[in-house]
């Protein structure tokens, strides 16, 4: 946070605040308090004798370690003070190879938890901030990441936090270690700071402090390394064929060959411990399905198809399992295994409250509509049982990311209020090749925003909808997006706007966002030096004067991805100009609203303000 720019926590407006309409009532069964209440269980392990998963627990306004039997049971609680982090940046606890110890993040360091019972010990007080341990085979040492030098680097660190040894030099990112099975070397991925569309991999050897390429070259992506269990290959994802694919290379660098031949993106994979197949999840048009992928013949055996979103796979040490989280349109995220010569499923975890249960949730269509420069543009559309002619378009963040078959509490609640809800996933979004995710670098805010406004255009085609009754609703890069489509729309589609956490200025967000943040936009719209008239382009702000709608922004005063002083630059931009707004800030909130009581405050003000300016 800017220490020049001061911000506290408050609510102050523009105009006559949105009021609760006393003609409208929550749908039947539904409540605000009712969705807020969901306390999913995510981002777990499972230990290396295949009998106890550890995992996080979203609860009583904190993010703590559990663990509990593999087959089912009551979760034990082993940290006590881990607060709530929001899903998309949290880590996932590691177990030591003998299973003795659990190693995870807090406040910037690394803690232990013994099995066996003890508070949790800070062992990364050598470093500043320190994440993703990597355990050594001799379940005392472990590989760390330390940011130093304006660069994230690997550190060998002991189990005792007695010693920190510096592996990778200054000058690049380092990420993503992982280790060989005898332990003695680390792949792990190479961001340099020169070719922010760069990821290379390369191997340390720990001993000596070698370091040697395995892979690289310009404006090519290698990532999320993985060193099969008998240690003769890597398996990594590329970008090389234009999807996330798996290729496969020998740790000295020869016979590199290319894996999946799906034209779909892979999202994450898993090394069956005798080396012959990989677990794998397949992005099929925003389902991730879950796969088996012979390591031979590149055969690959989906074990779970359909209109949900599988992830974070984890082998049983006898292969014959698997254990993973699942979430769809109509069930919160949960823990499951699934036995592989069966394919019986084990529902492990439950999350979802007893109140939904009978309620009819509703699973949305893939439409897909056109564009600017006769784009077409996939998207989700859910349309409720009982239509009250009012709509929603939600534009999700990133902008590298993508609207899918996830679990979506405000969507579902919307819907059954009577609310069209469609959610595009413009140019810019993954899921559908690098092209389609390239098409916005250098156009921030111009062929991206067209995609916002023609799903306005779409829905004016749909029967029952209200053309004057059409929102426009989105956090971080979607709240800009929202700014964007009110500011540059000479149309005026929408009715009103909702943004969370985002922005209205890329030069000042850029200046006051984190280092990594910076090379994020820089890897899409350039240095700001070098690339004035993009920053101009994509900065809405400029427009401000012909902003006719109103806007409600909120924003938390920790967000340390979109700063707080975006949403604050834009309302004085609004003041000045004497435009219609709402303005709530929210304080020790991080990027996404994590506190029950703050969450449930958002809901209804996002609430009052649609239904105050769009239900008829």
């Known amino acids: 946070m800017t220490d020049e720019i001061y911000l506290e926590e408050k609510y102050e407006r523009i105009g006559w605040p949105s009021l609760a309409r006393p003609d409208l009532k929550p749908p039947a069964g539904w ?11 995510r981002n777990h392990s499972l230990s290396p004798d295949g009998e106890t998963i550890a995992f996080i627990w979203d609860r009583d306004d904190q993010s703590d370690i559990f663990i509990m039997p593999s087959s089912g049971g009551w979760p034990r609680r082993m940290s006590i003070e881990r607060d709530a982090t929001i899903y998309w940046s949290d880590e996932i606890p590691a177990w030591s190879p003998n299973g003795q110890w659990i190693a995870f993040s807090q406040d910037d360091h690394l803690f232990v938890v013994p099995l066996s019972g003890g508070l949790p010990k800070n062992i990364s007080g050598l470093a500043d901030h320190a994440s993703t341990p990597t355990w050594l085979p001799d379940s005392q040492r472990m590989i760390v990441s330390v940011e130093l030098d304006e660069a994230w680097r690997l550190a060998l660190l002991e189990l005792d936090g007695s010693q920190l040894r ?9 990420s993503e270690p992982c280790c060989a099975p005898d332990g003695e070397k680390v792949v792990y991925v190479h961001y ?17 402090g070698t370091i040697h390429n395995l892979t690289g070259a310009p404006k090519q992506k290698d990532w999320d390394p993985k060193w099969s269990p008998d240690g003769e290959q890597i398996a990594f994802l590329s970008q090389r064929s234009g999807f996330d694919e798996i290729w496969l290379i020998r740790p000295d660098g020869e016979g590199l060959r290319q894996l999946s031949r799906l034209g779909q993106d892979i999202g994450e994979l898993a090394w069956s411990p005798d080396s012959t197949r990989l677990a794998c999840t397949v992005n099929r048009a925003g389902a991730y399905n879950l796969a088996l992928i012979e390591i031979n013949s590149g055969d690959i055996q989906y074990l779970r198809s359909g209109k949900s979103y599988h992830s974070n796979i984890n082998w049983s ?48 269509d893939q439409i897909s509509y056109q564009s600017h420069a006769v784009l077409e543009i ?9 239509p009250s ?15 899918g078959y996830e679990w979506d509490d405000l969507a579902q609640y919307f819907v059954a209020k009577g609310y069209t809800f469609l959610a595009p996933n413009y140019r810019g979004s993954t899921g559908y090749g690098v092209a389609f995710e390239h098409a916005n670098y250098n156009n921030w805010g111009v062929g991206d925003m067209q995609d916002c406004l023609n799903g306005a255009r779409f829905l004016h085609t749909l029967d029952g909808i209200n053309p004057e009754r059409i929102g426009i609703y989105g956090p971080s890069y979607g709240g800009y997006m929202v700014a964007c489509s009110l500011a540059r729309d000479p149309d005026y589609l929408y009715s009103c706007g909702v943004s969370k956490y985002g922005d209205a200025n890329v030069f000042s967000s850029w200046a006051q966002c984190r280092r990594d943040l910076r090379l994020y936009t820089e890897m899409m719209i350039g240095h700001p030096t070098r ?50 707004f709402e303005y709530k800030t929210y304080a020790e909130e991080p990027h996404g609203f994590l506190q029950r009581a703050n969450l449930l405050d958002v809901y209804q003000r996002i609430e009052r303000f649609l239904d105050w300016y769009l239900y008829s």
């Open 31 to 41: 409540s605000l308090p009712l969705i807020t209440s969901i306390n999913p269980a």
């Open 166 to 174: 510096l592996l990778t030099p200054t000058g690049a990112d380092s």
């Open 192 to 208: 340099p700071h020169d070719d922010l569309n760069r990821l290379d991999l390369k191997i340390i050897d720990i001993q000596s």
């Open 317 to 364: 040490p006898d292969g014959n399992q698997l254990t993973f989280e699942y979430e769809s349109p109509t069930q919160p995220a949960d823990i499951y295994h699934i036995e592989l010569i069966s394919g019986r499923v084990t529902q492990l975890t439950t999350s979802k409250p007893l109140a939904l249960e009978g309620q009819d949730l509703v699973i949305p």
């Open 378 to 386: 996939p998207a989700f559309l859910y349309t409720p049982p009982q």
């Open 389 to 403: 002619g009012a709509a929603i378009v939600y534009i999700h963040g990133g902008p590298a990311s993508q609207y």
């Open 531 to 580: 690339n004035r008239k993009v920053y101009e382009a994509a900065s809405p702000i400029r427009q401000v004067d012909n902003i006719r709608k109103p806007v409600l922004l909120l924003h938390g005063l920790e967000d340390g991805t979109v700063p707080p002083q975006s949403s604050e630059e834009w309302v004085e931009a609004l003041r000045r100009a004497g435009k219609t």
